[in-house]
């Protein structure tokens, strides 16, 4: 099943700017590993927001709901979740 997933990341601004690299560098690994499995299929930078729009790959909404929450950013994060379907019109015929 194909989802967007809009990410809109919040950290405070109080917080330690090393713990803050930290996480973000667990969330750019976490992010390659699962764009090399073939769950995080797209992603794209919001511009002038710290946010992503992306398309993922998963079993169930259950499934990427555990994936979405393994994000290190997660506790920070506001995530609009849109299930996508095949268009009819779509050329390639994947949807």
């Excluded at 169930?60 to 506790?75: K, M």
């Amino acid at each position: 099943m194909l989802f967007q997933v809009e990410m809109t990341v919040s950290i405070p601004h109080d917080w330690n700017a090393e713990a803050v690299a930290r996480l973000q560098a667990e969330e750019k690994q976490y992010c390659h590993k699962l764009q090399r499995e073939g769950k995080w299929l797209h992603i794209w930078r919001v511009v002038g927001r710290y946010a992503n729009v992306s398309i993922f790959d998963a079993a169930s909404n259950d499934e990427l709901h555990d994936l979405l929450r393994q994000l290190p950013l997660f506790p920070f994060m506001q995530i609009t979740v849109t299930p996508l379907a095949r268009h009819p019109s779509s050329l390639d015929g994947a949807g």
